[in-house]
């Protein structure tokens, strides 16, 4: 490989290497926060109707649950933000 | 020789992109699983929803341990994985951010099915609260073992290469 | 020229670096806490008024908590540690959506006075505000009000001691043999992966709060440079600081129980 051309590529390819890293990042940790989330609204949704007395509590915890679960994904927005900005 | 510098760079982004992109996959999809399943029992057994709510929040934490371990693996990737160039570095920081990131989906999953099925269990038989959670904890402990050598694996590869 | 606004020193004592922001902040979340509790307590009353009945909440959720984790006696004696725990990691998260400017004090101010772009030698200065005349030179730059576990050595130190708390009331209880003999079961050979899991499980519980706080400051700040607009950054500072907060405290105080609980068994 040309000596000048590897030196003169290598902050392009260091940077593209950022963003390409940044967009697997979020693109697969989306992936896994949508499926968690959506398996807990279903499953929401099924007790509410077998109880709908008490809905509030159940809302709560749909919520509750849907937060915890969200916590990796703001872990992989966090790192692709930081690839993209800081990187 | 061209300056191989920026490979390690390189390596260490795509590393930790893939790493926390994984890591953020399985840990997820096990704690809805787990939040799914805890609002179903607490459905049926209302007089219990104090207790199965904080089980299922202990049990999601607990199947995102890979997921934050990944997290961890990915900062060390970016900020702090010291000075070395050449190839031999490069592929030890593309191979840690794959050990832990591929790692956690089994984790996240596997801890997630069973911790869900701790609650749905809890919410059946509210008598045996006591013994279920603590089997819920030795097995999520357990079933972590695989994710936990991914972790030891990822920091020895970027601090021993 | 002179521009430089020096930041604020970090403190050095004894050879280790402080951020005093943190710190200051820290010690004033302790300190309100202090005074929202004995404020409170003065006047206990069997019908209780509002705070009262917040405080009795948490008081009541966390010891019922303890009690399944750790048994009748010992969970009393843990309750006080538990449950101090979530109250001060709960106002160190939620303490940071109070919109604080940063302020300067000191320092003189340099007024550009033959309007050539920058200060010459020999111009006067004025006690003008920060950033209306001229620049504020030599000043004190007060900290930034953030929140104290946006600070990675805040989870972590927490998590160490809690680590610390956790093994010595293991020895304290069992005795030392017992202790090194519980890192044997179910098999022998897993004796360093026992060891190693209960470190990770240190490290994890930390890095979730610090992954969780941080994270949500590190995206307030990139919103806040995007987006022109004031309702969009309040809301996610809401959810972020507020939601996640409660519940990343609320994770913490209980996985920490819970890994002490684990060390110590039930039986008495």
Known sequence: MDLEAVKFLAPQITKAAAFLGAGLCMGIGAIGAAVGEGFVAGKACEAISRRPDVYNDLFRTMIVGQAISESTGIYSLVIAIILIFVA | MPDTEFLVTVAAYLGAGYAVGMGALGPAVGPGYTAGLAQEGMSRQVMRQGAIFRMMVLGQALSQTAGVLALVIGFVLIFARGGGEGLDKAAALLGAGFSVGTAAVGVGIGNGLSTGMACAAAARHPKHFGGIQQAMLVGTAVSQSTGIYAFVISLLLILYS | ????????LPVNLWGMDFDYGTVLVSVLC??????????????????PGKWQVVLEGVVGAFDGMAQEAFGEKRGRKFLPLIGTLFLFILLANVIGVVPVPRLEIGGEVYEDLNGNGHFDGGEPFTDAAWGEKGRRDGGFLLPAWEEPTKNLNVPVGLAIF??????????????????????????????????VSKLAGAVSVSFRLFGNIFGGAVIMIVVS?????????????????????????FVFATLNMTYIA?????TD
């Not at chain 3, 302790?30 to 019908?47: K, Q, Y």
């Not at chain 3, 309702?231 to 959810?239: E, H, K």
């Open chain 3, 1 to 8: 020229m002179r521009e430089k606004i020096e930041p604020g």
């Open chain 3, 30 to 47: 302790a300190l309100i806490l202090i005074l929202i509790s004995a404020l409170v307590t003065r006047r206990l009353t069997l019908v």
């Open chain 3, 162 to 195: 809690f680590l610390l708390v956790a093994h010595v009331s293991a020895v304290r209880v069992r005795g030392v043999w017992s202790y090194l003999k519980s890192y044997g079961d179910p098999l022998f050979f897993m004796a360093p992966l026992n060891l």
């Open chain 3, 225 to 249: 440079n995007l987006l022109a607009s004031v309702g969009i950054p309040v809301a996610l500072a809401g959810f972020f600081g507020l939601f996640v907060g409660v519940i990343q405290a």
């Open chain 3, 262 to 266: 684990l060390e110590v068994p039930e």
